[in-house]
């Protein structure tokens, strides 16, 4: 298996534009978690799906964050319009149903916003 | 509440144990992990512990787990360079099986 698949690396966009980050979970995994991690905030929850379903959104800042899974092996994290304070490193991560086996991350996307 | 502390700076001399401490306040966590997180990389599973045990072993890798005390550790034996990383400390919970709640993480620096 590849392991969870993220894309871009890495993403430098002016502030105001929109950006799109996404993640490929592994296949038969039941959850998909969506995190940002930054130095003075450290690792954050913003979203995560069971089954394609929001579970908990709690984290995440709604005037400007979206997030989609359209189906079991694709997920989107939208971000309009960016802002400097979004430059962080975001991971995306999947676990199957139960979650005692731990989540597997993938690599993140580093988003730099000028 | 819903927090898994840890102290955030550890620093070690080469070939000597390192000792990475966590305190998690739930009562009900289930499963208990540790992750590694190499600079420029996402987290990699290293090792878990179940909430009915005291302690697991993995070749350089000791986990310690005082449930009364609500307290988990990570010993790395005879540490290496490679082993410069930032630690997490995560817990499950009976309620919440697949929400994993993380602590900020520990980083362990190696000096010669």
């Known amino acids: 298996d590849a392991g969870v698949i993220q894309s871009p690396r890495h993403e430098v966009t002016e502030m105001g534009q929109e950006v799109t980050l996404r993640c490929k979970p592994i296949?038969?995994?039941?959850?998909l978690f969506w995190y940002r991690q930054t130095m003075m905030q450290g690792l954050e929850l913003l979203v995560y799906?069971?089954?394609?379903?929001?579970?908990?959104d709690s984290g995440m800042p709604k005037d400007r964050f979206s997030a989609k899974m359209p189906n079991a092996s694709f997920s989107t994290l939208k971000i309009q319009p960016s802002e400097p304070r979004d430059s962080a490193v975001y991971f995306c991560?999947?676990?199957?149903?139960?979650?005692?086996?731990?989540?597997?991350f993938g690599s993140g996307t580093r988003l730099t916003v000028v | 509440g819903e927090d898994v502390e840890q102290s955030l700076f550890l620093s070690v001399r080469e070939g000597d144990s390192s000792v990475i401490n966590c305190t998690y306040t739930?009562?009900?966590?289930?499963?208990l992990y540790w992750y590694k997180q190499e600079p420029g990389a996402g987290l990699q599973l290293l090792t878990y512990?179940?909430?009915?045990?005291d302690m697991k072993q993995d070749q350089r890798l000791t986990v310690l787990l005082n449930k009364k005390d609500k307290h988990l550790s990570l010993r790395i034996a005879d540490t290496q360079t490679g082993d410069s990383a930032i630690y997490f400390c995560?817990?499950?919970?009976?309620?919440?099986?697949?929400?994993?709640?993380f602590g900020s993480g520990t980083r362990l620096s190696i000096r010669p």
């Open positions: 991560a999947s676990t199957p149903s139960g979650g005692y086996y731990g989540y597997t």
């Open positions: 512990i179940f909430s009915n045990m």
């Open positions: 995560a817990e499950s919970r009976y309620s919440s099986a697949s929400k994993i709640i």
């Open positions: 799906f069971n089954n394609k379903a929001v579970m908990d």
């Open positions: 739930d009562s009900s966590s289930t499963y």
């Open positions: 296949s038969g995994h039941d959850y």
